[in-house]
């Protein structure tokens, strides 16, 4: 029987996808002459180690910065002075969504930040004399508390959800488990590969992470059990051509990020918890907040989550993984078998913490903003 507040769930048949033509690159600026100076520094990106992802996100800001110019027959990079960038900024500022919000905050940084290095480039490159966007003011980011917090009764009734009676919902909780026990980002859960996952162990490998950065973290014992039942029992019915992903979809391709957040955000919708974007965050940030609660220090955390300079007064501290993992069986409130007698200390209230809120909000921030764009 339902409880109170709860949604039926409903299941569709993956039917095999159908082959057509991938939807069309949009090629209206192409001609446009700053594009030619955009694709030039997006090459250089790639030649100075910037992840796939960046440049990406970077063409879309930059994008959106000559359609500005076009519609102001701006076609020269020497037409762009600090002026015309202020006029920008503030454009950002007032535009409007479709369904009347502003531009976020986070959203403002992220459309102008790509600018500013845009331009030093132009600079360093000789094809403008100086840089326009060098005294440009970049948004304040505010330090705010999260905005969403999930209980562990929230997390324990999302997990609840995927009933693990069939192969497609056994890889749903396998993939719930993992995101809520490592507090992996959206973009790290579909890169990971079988042999990524040593569950004897108990680690993960993360292989470039955001940043280029690889880290191994610890993985609990519950959520190991369901990955191990998933490789045993689920994983060999979806697969349709051999690769070594850890996560697959409905058709046996690797999962996408697009389709972890999918997932994220519908078993949330049946356990009656509303949020539009930025769901797969929720569980990482579940995962830190959890971890803290029960007596965690904000170092372990620190490295669990990839964070390598979490605060401009705190530096960095390296762990050993053997003790990362004692420290994660200990505070991590998903385990295998459960002792009554745990005690619960009380949250952290450090700088520290504060810190990793901050850090944490304005992940969430960057993780909405890339699922708006995966659904535009």
């Not at 769930?9 to 700053?34: C, Q, V």
């Not at 997006?42 to 076009?70: H, N, P």
């Not at 304040?140 to 995927?162: C, F, G, T």
């Not at 705190?314 to 295998?336: F, G, N, S």
Request: glycine share 4%; with cysteine; hydrophobic share 40%.
């Amino acid at each position: 029987m339902p409880r109170k507040g709860q949604r039926l769930k409903y299941r569709k048949t993956a039917w095999p996808k159908s082959k057509g033509n991938a939807p069309a690159r949009d090629t209206t600026f192409d001609n446009h002459p700053l594009t030619a100076y955009v694709n030039a520094h997006l090459e250089w990106l790639l030649v100075a180690g910037y992840a796939q992802d960046t440049v990406r996100t970077r063409r879309l800001a930059l994008k959106r910065l000559i359609s500005w110019c076009d519609e102001r027959a701006l076609r020269d990079p020497k037409d762009i002075t600090k002026p015309i960038l202020d006029r920008y900024q503030r454009h950002l500022f007032y535009y409007r969504k479709p369904d009347g919000r502003p531009i976020s905050l986070g959203g403002q940084l992220g459309y102008l930040a790509p600018i500013k290095l845009f331009f030093k480039w132009l600079t360093r490159e000789n094809h403008i004399l100086y840089n326009p966007a060098s005294e440009m003011q970049l948004p304040r980011q505010p330090k705010h508390l999260p905005r969403h917090i999930l209980s562990v009764q929230d997390v324990e009734a999302i997990l609840a959800e995927a009933d693990a009676k069939t192969p497609q919902t056994l890889r749903d909780r396998a993939l719930l488990e993992t995101l809520y026990s490592t507090g992996l980002r959206r973009m790290e859960l579909p890169g990971l590969r079988i042999y990524d996952v040593d569950l004897t162990r108990r680690l993960v490998n993360v292989i470039e992470g955001k940043g280029g950065r690889d880290r191994v973290i610890p993985i609990g014992k519950r959520a190991a059990a369901w990955v191990d039942k998933y490789l045993v029992e689920s994983r060999p019915q979806l697969m349709v051509a051999d690769h070594e992903y850890l996560f697959v979809n409905d058709y046996g391709e690797p999962a996408s990020p697009v389709f972890v957040a999918a997932k994220v955000k519908r078993y949330m919708m049946f356990a009656s918890i509303e949020k539009k974007t930025g769901s797969c965050h929720l569980l990482r940030h579940a995962c830190a907040t959890h971890m803290l609660d029960n007596g965690a220090d904000i170092r372990f955390i620190q490295a669990m989550l990839g964070h390598a300079d979490i605060s401009t007064t705190q530096i960095y501290t390296h762990v050993a993984i053997d003790k990362l993992r004692e420290i994660h069986d200990a505070t991590h409130p998903a385990k295998l078998t459960r002792n009554k007698d745990e005690s619960k200390s009380n949250a952290q209230t450090s700088d520290a913490t504060r810190a990793l809120f901050d850090v944490l909000a304005a992940e969430s921030d960057e993780d909405e903003s890339a699922e708006a764009d995966a659904d535009a």
